[in-house]
T-cell receptor, first 113, second 113 residues
């Protein structure tokens, strides 16, 4: 099983460009999440989708949009990239909330010049 | 003030030695506490999830302890191996929602031969 797959693995953008980060899970999980990880800081939640058809804001949603395309896929879009969005982005999934573990992809390393 | 604080920030030990990592949290009410391992360039992987009623939980050479009264947890690694070199992250759910996790900034462990 692949688990959680993120594409692309690396990307360099210019300020103002847009792009979509893709995430897919093959574990039939209900919930999916997008995080960013910056040096010296813990992972911070951008958006999450508790179940197919729902999305909610996390701690740092400004500048991002998400789409829960179906149960498997959850995408993150940067409409107008800014240097402050340079980060490593992780997608995760879980069967549900509560005491269930979240399973993470290996990240997308995004640099915005 | 960070709601999840970990110490030390970094640690170097010799292969075969034991070590203990600390986590203090301020979030309440408390439902569970998680420890994740993150290898360089990879996504976090769940090691343990402890509920407030559990004092100790083991996963192979990893043993997590929890004191819900003092809001402290520790992760003890026994007979360290080179593959234990990674960041270890303490995580608790937010008061707002069990879907929202609060991540510590991690302890970076280096095991030397």
């Amino acid at each position: 099983n692949a688990g959680v797959t993120q594409t692309p693995k690396f990307q360099v953008l210019k300020t103002g460009q847009s792009m979509t980060l893709q995430c897919a899970q093959d574990m039939n999980h209900n919930s999916m999440y997008w995080y960013r990880q910056d040096p010296g800081m813990g992972l911070r939640l951008i958006y999450y989708s508790a179940s197919e058809g729902t999305t909610d804001k996390g701690e740092v949603p400004n500048g991002y949009n998400v789409s829960r395309l179906n149960k498997r896929e959850f995408s993150l879009r940067l409409e107008s990239a800014a240097p402050s969005q340079t980060s490593v982005y992780f997608c995760a999934s879980s069967e549900r909330a509560g005491n269930q573990p979240q399973h993470f992809g290996d990240g997308t390393r995004l640099s915005i010049l | 003030k960070n709601q999840v604080e970990q110490s030390p920030q970094s640690l170097i030990i010799l292969e075969g030695k034991n070590c203990t990592l600390q986590c203090n949290y301020t979030v309440s009410p408390f439902s569970n506490l998680r420890w994740y391992k993150q290898d360089t360039g990879r996504g976090p992987v769940s090691l343990t999830i402890m509920t407030f009623s559990e004092n100790t939980k083991s996963n192979g050479r990893y043993t997590a302890t929890l004191d819900a009264d003092t809001k402290q947890s520790s992760l003890h690694i026994t007979a360290s191996q080179l593959s234990d070199s990674a960041s270890y992250i303490c995580v608790v759910p937010s008061m707002d929602s069990s879907y929202k996790l609060i991540f510590g900034s991690g302890t970076r462990l280096l095991v030397r031969p």
